[in-house]
């Protein structure tokens, strides 16, 4: 019998300090009316003394208590994120030990398609029958590889993190997924750093970047839907990566989308890499917008380029 990956809980957590565009105002040349009509977002959370652990382990506390899972029942840890704790071990080691499980984790970078990289990776799991329940998790602070002086990159990002936890379901779950990487594009998205032990921050060639994303996510997007024999008016939710309102509107467009089918949180906690969709999904499963049985496609995509799509009946 096929065995589908099903999201049976979600958890997200925030840290509490807001940046507001006003804040930003003060250090940079820019401006709240800048910032919200070329982005969207008003303000993100950044961390003062938390890891990066430190918010996994919030974020999965709450998926876990949601899917009445113990640590105990986990067979796998996979952690999205860009801005590990440590070089070595993983992040998603210190995770496991601090939740009290046993099974195996390991961290996966994808940058901001971390999430659909991690979670497709949990469905190869799940459905052929190595693994019963895994823990997803995003998790970044991006405020760590900010250059706080350039204003293109600097009021974009936030930090934060998001999970789910994904069991094995013999009737519904992930339906689809698509993962693709383009590496030639490493100079127009990166970290600065010559040395993995140098601590650099991020370069974007942001207008060349906005047009690829446009472009490769709203093909993704027609792929997806055409792959599943679906059109826009079967899907319930679109939960995109948080980057850029003109890009999600520009994707939804392209599929017939209303904006009124996208869960957006861009403007409150900016682009949080790896951690934006689940954080999103976490915010409307609890407020009450995405019901069982939804259908609901999550996509991203972030440095490398890596990029990809999650067709999911929640
Ligand atoms: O999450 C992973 C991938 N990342 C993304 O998806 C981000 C993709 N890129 C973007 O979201 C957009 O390109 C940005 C928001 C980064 C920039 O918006 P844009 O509409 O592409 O602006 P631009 O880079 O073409 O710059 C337009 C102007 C420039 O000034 P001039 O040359 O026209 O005089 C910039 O110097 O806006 C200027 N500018 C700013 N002005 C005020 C750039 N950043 C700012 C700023 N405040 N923060």
């Not at 999201?7 to 820019?30: M, R």
Request: aromatic share 6%; glycine share 8%; hydrophobic share 40%.
């Amino acid at each position: 019998m096929k065995k589908f990956a099903r999201i049976i809980g979600t958890g997200s957590y925030l840290p509490s300090k807001v940046v507001t565009n006003a804040d930003l105002e003060k250090t940079l040349d820019t401006s709240d009316e800048w910032i919200t009509a070329r982005t969207g977002i008003k303000e993100r959370r950044i961390v003062t003394n938390e890891s990066t652990c430190d918010l996994a382990l919030e974020a999965s506390k709450k998926a876990l208590e949601m899917s009445e899972i113990s640590p105990s029942e986990i067979d796998l840890i996979i952690l999205a994120t860009t801005t590990p704790d440590k070089i070595f071990p993983a992040t998603a080691t210190m995770l496991q030990d601090r939740l009290g499980a046993t099974c195996p984790a390991f961290d996966l970078q994808a940058v901001c398609a971390g999430f659909v990289f991690a979670l497709t990776t949990a469905q190869q799991y799940i459905e052929n029958g190595t693994a019963k329940n895994i823990l997803v998790v995003g998790s970044e602070i991006m405020s760590k590889i900010v250059d706080w002086n350039d204003r293109s990159t600097a009021i974009i990002f936030g930090d934060g993190a998001g999970a789910v936890v994904v069991c094995s379901d013999n009737t519904t779950g992930i339906k689809h997924s698509k993962l693709y990487s383009d590496g030639s594009y490493m100079s127009s998205l990166h970290v600065n750093n010559n040395r993995i032990n140098e601590l650099g921050t991020i370069e974007m060639a942001g207008n060349e970047v906005y047009k690829i994303a446009v472009k490769r996510l709203s093909d993704l997007a027609e792929e997806t839907l055409n792959d599943c024999n679906m059109t826009s008016d079967d899907l319930t939710w679109m939960v995109p990566h948080q980057a850029n309102i003109r890009i999600i509107s520009a994707v939804a467009k392209r599929i017939n989308l209303p904006m009124s089918k996208v869960i957006l949180t861009l403007d409150k906690h900016g682009n949080t890499s790896a951690a934006s969709i689940p954080l999103a999904l976490d915010v409307a499963v609890r407020d009450g917008r995405i019901k069982k049985g939804d259908s609901l496609l999550f996509e991203g995509i972030g440095g490398g380029f890596s990029w990809g799509s999650v067709l999911v009946e929640y």
